[in-house]
C-alpha cells in the first residue's frame, strides 16, 4: 500500500539529486547588474504553489467521483453502515481539502503571500 | 480467556449480481488509485520547500530574499540597485504554514480512502475464488504426493502434529492434544482424499464437484452462472446431480460392507414418535436462530436421536417448514449412531438414503405433515448436516427443500439439487468438515463461513462464547455460531443475500414446534 512518506523520500532525494540545479540558479543569480532576479522567483514560485493547487483541486475531485460511487454501493449490515459512514466522512474531509486548495490559490496570488 | 474465531466468506454472492460484484471491486481499486494520487500531491506539499529553495537560489543576492546583512558581508549593501530596485519576496512562511495544511487534509483523506478500499475487499471477499481455487490445487498436490509417496507424506502429517502439540501446550502450560489438528490442518482434505482414492480404487474414477465448478477462463468468476437481473441465480449445485468425490465413493465401498453389521448390531428397524422435551427450541426467524436451536437441542437435553420440525404459517395462507437436526450422538439404538455418517457420505444415492438418520428425518416429516410443495428449510450439525444435504440430494422428489445449513459438516460433494440455497460453517481444524476432501462448491447458491482458530491471545475475531481458557475441539456448535456471528459482523451482500433468502422461506407465523424422536430396533 501506498504511503504519503514513500513518495517524501522520493521527492526528497529527487531534490538531493537537483543540487546541481541549485547551485547553476545561484551563480546565474550572481550577475546582480542585470537587476535582481527576485520578480522572476516570485513568479515561478507563485506559479509552482497554483499549478500544486490545480493538481491537489485535481486530486480531490477524484476522489469525491470514487466517494460518490463508494456512496451508492448496497451494503447491509453493521459493516456496511460503518463503512457509509466512513465515506461520508471522507466526503467532508474532501470538501474541506478542495476548499483548502481553492484558498491557497487565493493566497499565492493576494498581497497577504508577498513579505 | 475464551477462544477467538475470525471467519472468511466465500461464494454465495446472494443479492450481489455480477455487474455489482465488479463494482465493489472496481470501487475498491479506484479508491486505492484516487488514495495514490492525493498521496502524491501531499506529498509535494510537504517537499515543497525544497522547490522553492531551487527556485530562490535564482536571486542569491537580493536582499529581500536572503537578507541585508548576506548582501551587507557581501559588499552588495551600497550598490545603486539596493537603493532604487524594489525587491519582492513570498512570505514563505505563511506558504509553507499552508503547504502543510494541505499536506495534512491529503494525508487524512489517503488514509481514509485506503482504509474503506481494506473495508470493501475485506467483507465483499474479493478474492476469495482465488483463495479457494489455490486451496483446490494445493489440495490436489498433497494428494498426488500422498498417493505416491504416502510414508513421506504420513511422516510430514505426524511431524506437523507434533510440533503443533508441542507448540500449543508450551503456551497452555499442559499437555493438550487438540493441537493434533491444528498444525495440520492445511493438509486434512488434500491428505483424507488420497485416503478416498486409495480406499476408492486407485485412481479418479468420477469427476468431482470442483472439477466442474473451476472456470475455463481462469478468471475466478463464471459468467454463465450469474444472470444480469439481479434474481439469485440457480445453478447446479453439483455437476450432474449424480458425481461425488472420490471421499463419497471410499464412503460407499466402506458402507457396502459395514452396512449389514450396523443392521446387525442395533438392527434395521426404525421406529419415530412423537416426544415432549421439557424445554426445547425458540422460534427461528434467521440462519443465526437454527445455529442457537440446533444447540440447544442438546443443552436443553432433548432426547438423543431426536430432530424439532417447527410449522409457519406464511402471509399467504401457505405453511413452510424448519426442521432441526443434531448431530451424531453415538448411541447404538439412535438413527444417529456413529457408523451411518458413512452410509451418509456414500456416492450411491441409494446407500445414503437408506442411512437410519436419512430415513428417520424422512419418516419425521412425514407425520408431522409436510407436504410436498410446502417451502422446507433446514439445518443440521456434523451428521445433522449432511443428513440435511442428503435430503437436498435424494429427496426432492418428495420435499420442497429451499434451503439448508450445515455447521461442522463434510458435504462438499454431496449433489445437491440446483437452486437449494446451502450455507456452511466450517472451522479450519476441526477435521470433521474435511473428510470430504475438498472444499465446497463456490457459488451463488453455496455459501461457506470458514472460521479460523486465532492463536492464543489474540484479539482478532469474535469470542468464542463458554469455551474457556484451554484449546478444545472446534467442531462444537459454539465455534460454528461463533463463527458465524464474526461473518455477520463483516457484512457483505453474500450473507445478507443467503439470509434474505433463508428468511423468505419461513416468512411467517410459528404455529408449533413438534420433536420427534428415533428408535432403532430388531422388529
Known sequence: MTTLDQYTVSNTFEAIGRTGDTLSNAVSGLDFYNGCPCPTVLRESQNLIASLCTSHANAIKDMEDVLSQAKALIWEGKAGEAFHTDVDGAIVIAQTAGNGATTTARFIESPEALL | ?523
Request: net charge negative.
Open chain 2, 1 to 523: 480467556m475464551n477462544a477467538r474465531v475470525e471467519s472468511h466468506v466465500y461464494g454465495g454472492q446472494g443479492t450481489a449480481t455480477h455487474a455489482n460484484l465488479d463494482q465493489f471491486g472496481t470501487v475498491a481499486t479506484l479508491l486505492n488509485d484516487a488514495a495514490d494520487y492525493v498521496a502524491r500531491t501531499g506529498a509535494n506539499w510537504k517537499t515543497i520547500n525544497l522547490e522553492l529553495g531551487t527556485i530562490r537560489a535564482k536571486a542569491p543576492l537580493c536582499p529581500k530574499l536572503f537578507g541585508k546583512l548576506l548582501t551587507a558581508s557581501m559588499g552588495m549593501a551600497n550598490t545603486s540597485d539596493s537603493d532604487t530596485t524594489v525587491h519582492v519576496s513570498l512570505n514563505y512562511q505563511l506558504v509553507l504554514q499552508h503547504a502543510n495544511e494541505r499536506a495534512e487534509e491529503a494525508e487524512m483523506l489517503m488514509k481514509k480512502a485506503q482504509t474503506m478500499a481494506e473495508q470493501l475487499t475485506d467483507a465483499y471477499s474479493l478474492y476469495s475464488e482465488a483463495d479457494e481455487t489455490a486451496r483446490g490445487l494445493f489440495n490436489e498436490k498433497i494428494k498426488n504426493f500422498a498417493l505416491e509417496h504416502p510414508r513421506l507424506a504420513g511422516g510430514g502429517l505426524a511431524l506437523l502434529m507434533a510440533g503443533s502439540t508441542v507448540i500449543g501446550s508450551i503456551l497452555d502450560g499442559k499437555p493438550n492434544l487438540w493441537y493434533l489438528a491444528t498444525g495440520s490442518s492445511p493438509l486434512h482434505e488434500g491428505i483424507l482424499s488420497a485416503l478416498g482414492q486409495k480406499i476408492a480404487g486407485g485412481k479418479d474414477k468420477k469427476k468431482t464437484v470442483r472439477d466442474h465448478m473451476v472456470p475455463d477462463d481462469g478468471t475466478g468468476i463464471r459468467d454463465h452462472m450469474i444472470p444480469d437481473d439481479g434474481t439469485l441465480p440457480h445453478l447446479p449445485n453439483s455437476a450432474s446431480g449424480a458425481s461425488s468425490g472420490i471421499i463419497n465413493d471410499a464412503a460407499g465401498r466402506i458402507a457396502d460392507r459395514s452396512a449389514p453389521f450396523t443392521n446387525a448390531l442395533h438392527g434395521d428397524k426404525l421406529t419415530v414418535s412423537q416426544i415432549h422435551p421439557k424445554k426445547g427450541i425458540g422460534k427461528t426467524t434467521s440462519i443465526e436462530d437454527t445455529l442457537v436451536n440446533v444447540h440447544d437441542m442438546r443443552l436443553n437435553d432433548v432426547e438423543v436421536g431426536s430432530i424439532a420440525i417447527q410449522k409457519y404459517r406464511r402471509d399467504d395462507g401457505s405453511t413452510a417448514w424448519m426442521v432441526t437436526i443434531p448431530g451424531t450422538d453415538g448411541k447404538t439404538y439412535s438413527p444417529f449412531s456413529w457408523p451411518v455418517n458413512i452410509e451418509l457420505m456414500s456416492s450411491d444415492e441409494q446407500e445414503r438414503m437408506a442411512a437410519d438418520s436419512a430415513r428417520m428425518v424422512d419418516e419425521a416429516m412425514r407425520q408431522a405433515g409436510v407436504q410436498p410443495g410446502d417451502p422446507v428449510a433446514m439445518v443440521g450439525h456434523s451428521q445433522g448436516g449432511i443428513v440435511a444435504a442428503v435430503m437436498a440430494s435424494d429427496f426432492t422428489d418428495k420435499y420442497n427443500i429451499q434451503h439448508i445449513v450445515t455447521a461442522g459438516s463434510p458435504v462438499a460433494n454431496h449433489p445437491i439439487k440446483e437452486g437449494i440455497a446451502v450455507t456452511s460453517i466450517e472451522m479450519n481444524d476441526e477435521l470433521v468438515s474435511a473428510l470430504d476432501g475438498a472444499p465446497n462448491p463456490s457459488n451463488p447458491d453455496w455459501l461457506t463461513i470458514r472460521g479460523t482458530s486465532q492463536s492464543r491471545f489474540s484479539t482478532n475475531g469474535t469470542e468464542v462464547e463458554g469455551s474457556g481458557n484451554d484449546k478444545s475441539i472446534t467442531h462444537g456448535m459454539e465455534y460454528m455460531k461463533a463463527a458465524y456471528q464474526d461473518a455477520k459482523a463483516e457484512g457483505g451482500p453474500a450473507l445478507y443475500g443467503h439470509e434474505q433468502h433463508f428468511r423468505q422461506v419461513i416468512n411467517g407465523e410459528l404455529q408449533e414446534t413438534t420433536y420427534w424422536r428415533g428408535r432403532m430396533s430388531y422388529k
